[in-house]
């Protein structure tokens, strides 16, 4: 019942205070159908132009992604509703044949993946010792960490590619790696102590009168009992550094390059190479989406843990 | 975790208790629990000490100094930050980003998760909506740069701007026509006339050139000469009189030239009335009929020459920033949409319900108890907005052609560009970087709010 007419609010509205009308459903007059009808339709007809709006400009990327550079410099990707014979996978088997592109994809791979497994590991023991460890000074620091979420990239930048200049990680993926990770890190100990000052204390208590070391009790209690948290987190993470362009433009190198970087590097020359680009785009938007269709309740999750990076 | 103010509202403090047990052990037992928290924490301190602590101190003590970075400048680069032009306009546009997207997209977001829960297809359309949000922005750049492209021909909001412009206005068909050298024929204001008077009766032919190929329709045949007209008509054909690759006799109509359909002809009388007006068929010839007996001239109007639609420059300097806006509201109305849609869920409807049968309608329910209700939620996504926009660094960086990236830039991209993208000037690109710090500080505050009034609770 989330569609109310007039009709029926005039109805019940006259017997507020009987209990019994409430749980009866009110008659609707025929009136009140019609409007409920076209209410409905008309929020119908609405969503789904937006759907439309909101579809078209993919479509129409993966349609171009399937046509040739000729046909793709010549005519729009709509052509094919008349002419379907055009359509080919070939840009997909050029790119794929492409070792500098599949090199770039193996890049985002070794940078994604690392970057997941190290910001969980780290921030799941930080997360720890701020939920269950009692020590001087840990409200201070939580309230450091938590003013450290909302700090810009930016003003990381210029500072860590000197570092990294000094120590040599300038245009490694090791590089970008920990820059990801560290800065992965405060959205990372805030959601998971959120999570794990949620596990019941008693738990804790029984096994420490058992003689159960910190080290025990975070590994064997509270990392699998927060485990949807830390499924969350890495979900969350993982599309963050997949999609990252900024971080990856500066420290990264032709051959270190993930394929954001790759993608964009093709910009330049953009209306000869929207066959490379669409093909690319595609490739690149795949494991996210497989990532996102099959976790989307962990990535909603961290996202409603509150993220303000 | 059903609101987005992410804290749990109760925090144990048992932990405590049982870590130290007797009064006599309590201070080396504090001494243990800061060892084994300093054990726990290490990884994660030292990453953010030398990742992000110090960074933020080194940016602000070289945001003093120039471009070298040996001369102390004190806030000249934030001076120059607001006097130069091309900083000034990123600044002016994050102003721009800030009022206008937060706002839109929380609009449309709560817009989106009311009405989703209507529609019987309503997880499908949370998946279309929210899908963007697993993209990158480079792959989103890609899309929106195609989708907006300026010809027609490739991009489809240009070619549907054309599309409905042609129903209306009618398509302007051979754009730099111009008549053939002595046919008698002369140019004037755009349109082709014929140069001496015609009477009713005659046959008045058009041999044109300057005709892209391209331009002439499919359905356009060879060229015939028209038949004879009667006493109070004049007719004719229009073609073009060019062979490709060479050959005819120019002036006349041969086989191989092909006439131009669609032109309209017109003729006038001596004080430039128009007096009759026909279109050409598919093989270029056309007949005016009911003409009165006088001296006419003919005259092939400006319209069918001037050049056609070609829609908006949608990337060119002026509209270059809205076309980025709604790239980015294309990917975060999914986010407001799922945020505030959880938000919905997890309220209890009985209130509304009440109010309802107290007799007030859907907008009265909402205005007054559902967006109250809300407004929690309402504001972390707003919030949450603002911070993620001051940041924008990719869209703008991918979207806009090297031709109107100076029109699109924001203080991100203008950082990235002053410090590494040819600038090199780093004193400045972090006064730019600590602005954005400076911009991001009530946020900061707000956040540690927050969490403070949650432990309270």
């Known amino acids: 019942m989330t569609t109310n007419t007039v009709a029926d609010v005039d109805l019940s509205g006259s017997a507020t205070t009987s209990a019994k009308l409430t749980l009866v459903k009110p008659k609707r007059s025929a009136a009140g159908k019609v409007l409920d009808f076209l209410g409905s339709s008309v929020i119908n007809l609405v969503l789904a132009l937006v759907a439309i709006f909101w579809l078209v400009p993919t479509v129409g990327l993966f349609i171009a992604s399937l046509r040739d550079s000729t046909d793709n410099s010549q005519s729009g990707w709509w052509t094919v509703f008349t002419r379907p014979a055009q359509l080919t996978f070939d840009n997909y088997a050029e790119l794929l044949g492409n070792p500098q592109f599949v090199g770039s994809f193996v890049n985002t791979i070794a940078i994604a993946i690392p970057t997941t497994v190290l910001v969980i590991v780290i921030g799941a023991l930080a997360g720890y010792a701020f939920a269950w460890v009692e020590f001087p000074g840990r409200d201070w620091l939580l309230v450091g960490v938590i003013v450290l979420l909302a700090v810009p990239v930016q003003v990381a930048l210029i500072p860590i590619a000197r570092l990294f200049g000094t120590l040599g990680l300038f245009g490694s993926i090791a590089g970008v790696v920990i820059f990801h990770t560290a800065f992965g890190l405060p959205f990372a100990i805030f959601l998971l102590r959120n999570f794990f000052t949620q596990i019941p204390g008693e738990l804790m208590e029984a096994a420490r009168l058992d003689g159960a070391s910190d080290w025990r009790i975070f590994s064997r209690i509270v990392l699998p009992l927060g485990m949807p948290a830390v499924a969350s987190l890495g979900i969350f993470q993982f599309l963050w550094v997949w999609n990252d362009l900024l971080i990856a433009l500066i420290f990264t190198n032709a051959s270190s390059q993930p394929v954001t970087v790759a993608i964009q590097g093709q910009l330049r020359q953009f209306g000869a190479n929207i066959d490379v680009l669409s093909s690319g785009a595609f490739l690149s938007m795949i494991i996210p989406l497989i990532v996102f269709f099959a976790f989307q309740r962990y990535f909603v999750t961290a996202l409603l843990a509150g993220s303000q990076r | ?457």
């Open chain 2, 1 to 457: 975790m059903t609101t987005a103010v992410g804290n749990p509202p109760a925090t144990p403090k048992s932990a405590a208790t049982a870590g130290g047990t007797g009064g006599r052990h309590q201070k080396a037992a504090g001494g243990r629990r800061l060892f084994i928290a300093l054990a726990f924490l290490a990884p994660a301190l030292v990453l953010l000490g030398v990742l992000v602590v110090y960074p933020v101190i080194y940016s602000i003590y070289r945001s003093l100094f120039d471009a070298a970075g040996s001369n102390f400048l004190g806030l000249g680069n934030y001076i120059t930050m607001f006097t130069d032009p091309a900083t000034f306009v990123a600044i002016r546009n994050n102003v721009i980003w800030v009022l206008v997207v937060p706002v839109t997209v929380t609009i449309l977001g709560l817009i989106f998760a009311v009405l989703m829960d209507r529609i019987k297809w309503g997880i499908a359309f949370k998946l279309i909506v929210f899908m963007p949000m697993a993209i990158s922005m480079v792959a989103a750049g890609v899309i929106f740069r195609t989708t907006f492209q300026e010809n027609p021909n490739l991009g489809v909001v240009n070619a549907a701007l054309v599309g409905v412009h042609d129903i209306f206005g009618g398509s302007s068909a051979y754009p730099n026509a111009r008549p053939r050298e002595d046919a008698g024929l002369a140019e004037a204001d755009g349109a082709i006339q014929t140069d001496g008077t015609v009477q009713a009766g005659s046959v008045a032919d058009f041999p044109l050139i300057g005709i892209n190929e391209s331009n002439i329709p499919g359905t356009a045949a060879s060229a015939v000469a028209a038949d004879d007209p009667a006493g109070d008509a004049i007719s004719g054909t229009v073609w073009l009189d060019f062979i490709r690759g060479g050959g005819g006799t120019p002036g006349e109509i041969g086989d191989d030239k092909v006439g131009l359909p669609d032109v309209t002809v017109t003729a006038l009388d001596s004080s430039g009335e128009v007096v009759a007006t026909a279109r050409t068929a598919a093989d270029g010839t056309y007949t005016l009929t009911g003409l009165p007996a006088e001296d006419l001239t003919l005259s092939l109007p400006a319209t069918n020459f001037s050049a056609s639609y070609a829609g908006v420059s949608w990337l060119g300097p002026a509209l270059v920033t809205a076309v980025v806006i709604l790239s980015y509201i294309w990917i975060w109305a999914g986010f407001a949409m799922v945020m505030i849609a959880s938000g919905l869920s997890a309220m209890d409807r009985s209130l509304q319900e009440a109010a309802r049968m107290d007799g007030a309608n859907e907008w009265q329910v909402f205005r007054r108890i559902t967006a109250p209700l809300l407004s929690p939620v309402l504001i972390v996504v707003f919030v949450t907005l603002i911070v993620n926009v001051l940041k924008i660094f990719d869209l703008v960086y991918v979207i806009p052609p090297p031709s109107s990236l100076p029109d699109a830039t924001v203080i991100a991209v203008q950082m990235w560009t002053v410090s590494f993208g040819g600038g090199n000037d780093q004193g400045l690109g972090s006064a730019l970087a600590v602005l954005l710090l400076i911009l991001v500080l009530p946020f900061m505050i707000i956040n540690v709010r927050r969490f403070r009034m949650d432990r309270e609770r």
